[in-house]
Every structure is written in structure tokens, then in C-alpha cells.
């Protein structure tokens, strides 16, 4: 199996066709590596409110409720690109409407024959809770697809080790992580979170990426990150744990061949058993 994970870059778009053009080229890029699966990072789909023009982008609550109505025909063009090359996608994150009052932050997995799902983000930064008011989601889907399955914990989600393994217990073999942070320091935390899921889960972790600037939209006017695609530092695995990941702030894919069976190898033959002996921690915790 092949996994690409994408460190994107947000357009300044003149218009749909544009918007299109641009994702069918990644879209194809990416399938051209021979990837099965595709990941594309949280609010990767902001780049849409430009399509409102340069006021509503710059607004934080218009450029909210543009992106949203383009969410059908987003939705149309990732189910097409999908069946034409034949691969399942994690498309860009982008503000939905879920029902409640607020905005939540969703991520919707595409495989060739159309929707799988979508994954809405558990807890929010500081600034999506204080600014932004995006609301929070409440539960994590497990994705049965051809290719194993699949969690996903959108950035900050990634940071919470009860989640990650929360996706584990209820099967999960690779988790994707899109996200979308400003600095180094929020970039290292979203990897550290991601590296750190990897090694106590013995799984697969994705993390993709913003990058660049985007002084258009101050919700996502400055990207900093790497692609990058993870596994356990133990048996059948890199000792850095790293199975590919792009140059910092350098927009590509990163993209990583893996062996299905080496999850369920490591679980039971590492040199370590993180993933079984995650409930001794309750005992080592546990009062007197």
C-alpha cells in the first residue's frame, strides 16, 4: 500500500475553475506516485472563501460561511477525482454545518465509489474556541475501507493521547492527521502528538500540512509544517520512526510505501508492546 500525505499551499483563487484545476493537478500528482491514499491538511479548503472576493476573505465570520456554501460542489469534485484515479482521499478540512448553531471543522473521506464518512474535530485550539468560535464535535469514527482501517484526529485532536487511542482499540491501523498551524511551535506540537500516537499505538500516522502564507484570510494567513508519514521506531519500521516526510514549508507530497502486516507484526513481536501494554499503566496509577 502507498500513502501520500500533501504539504499544501493556499491560493489567492480567481474562481471555481480555478479551484478545480488546482485540486484535479494535486489530485493527479499524487495518484501518478502510485499513492492508494491521499491526505489533504485541516482547512486546506479555506482557500475557497477567496472565491468571495478580498472582503469576505478577510472576514472571518464571511469567510467562514463562503466556504460552507461551496461545501456541495467540494463534496462532487473530490467523489469525481477520486473514481478517475481510482484512490481514496482525505480531503482538505473546511467549516460545515452540522446542525448546532456554530461551524464545526470537518474532515470528509472519499474512496472511488463516492463518501465514505466524515470526521469532525474533538477539541478546539485556543484560537477556533476564543476567535473563531468554531464548534467542538462529540465522537471518533473508525472507517472500514479496502485499505485497513482508518481514524482520523484533525491536529490538535493529535495532541490527546486517549483519542489516538481510543481510534486503536476500536481497530484502527493508520490514523491521518490533517492540521494547520502558524509556527514552529505549533507545527512540533502536532508532529511530536502524531510521532507519540504512532510509537503507543503501533500504527500508521499521516500528518499533512498548510504551508506558506495566506495574508488574505487572517484565519489562515501563516502555514508552517512538513508532510510526513509515521510508524513505531521498532521491527519492520524505521529506527526514527520517520517513513518519509518533505522539506519544512516546501509544498509536495510526501509518500511512503508500508506492509499492512507490519502493524499486526510489531504489535505482537516488537521489541516493544506499547499497544498491549497500554492498560498497565492504569494498574501502575492506580491508589493504594
Not at 463518501?115 to 469532525?120: M, N, Y
Not at 499533512?208 to 521491527?235: F, K, Q
Not at 492498560?279 to 496509577?285: A, C, T, W
Amino acid at each position: 500500500m502507498i500513502l501520500a500525505a500533501a504539504a499544501y499551499p493556499l491560493d489567492f483563487l480567481s474562481d471555481w475553475d480555478a479551484y478545480a484545476a488546482k485540486l484535479s493537478d494535486w489530485v493527479a500528482t499524487g495518484a501518478a506516485t502510485g499513492a492508494d491514499l491521499l491526505v489533504f491538511p485541516e482547512y486546506g479548503a479555506m482557500e475557497l472563501a477567496s472565491l468571495g472576493g478580498a472582503t469576505v476573505a478577510a472576514d472571518l465570520e464571511a469567510a467562514l460561511q463562503e466556504v460552507i456554501r461551496h461545501g456541495p460542489r467540494v463534496a462532487e469534485l473530490h467523489c469525481a477525482l477520486a473514481a478517475q484515479h481510482g484512490v481514496h482521499i482525505l480531503g482538505a478540512s473546511a467549516p460545515a454545518q452540522a446542525g448546532a448553531s456554530r461551524p464545526v471543522n470537518r474532515a470528509t473521506v472519499y474512496g472511488p465509489d463516492g463518501v465514505i464518512g466524515h470526521q469532525d474535530k474533538q477539541i478546539m485550539t485556543r484560537f477556533e474556541r476564543e476567535e473563531w468560535d468554531i464548534a467542538p464535535a462529540h465522537g471518533l469514527t473508525v472507517f472500514d475501507t479496502p485499505l485497513g482501517r482508518i481514524g482520523v484526529l484533525i491536529c490538535y485532536d493529535a495532541e490527546f493521547p486517549l483519542l489516538g487511542r481510543a481510534l486503536a482499540e476500536a481497530g484502527a491501523e493508520i490514523i491521518l492527521v490533517p492540521s494547520c498551524t502558524e509556527g514552529v511551535a505549533g507545527y512540533t506540537r502536532v508532529k511530536v502528538g502524531a510521532m507519540a500516537r504512532a510509537l503507543e499505538n503501533q500504527c500508521i500516522v499521516v500528518q499533512s500540512t498548510t504551508v506558506g502564507a495566506a495574508e488574505w484570510c487572517p484565519a489562515v494567513d501563516l502555514n508552517t509544517g512538513a508532510a510526513a508519514i509515521y510508524g513505531p521506531p521498532d521491527l519492520g519500521f524505521p529506527e526514527t520512526g520517520i517513513l518519509a516526510q518533505t522539506d519544512l514549508n516546501q509544498p509536495g507530497w510526501a509518500v511512503a510505501t508500508i506492509d499492512p502486516s507490519a502493524i499486526d507484526m510489531v504489535r505482537r513481536n516488537g521489541a516493544v508492546l506499547n499497544h498491549a501494554d497500554w492498560d498497565e499503566q492504569k494498574i501502575r496509577l492506580a491508589r493504594p
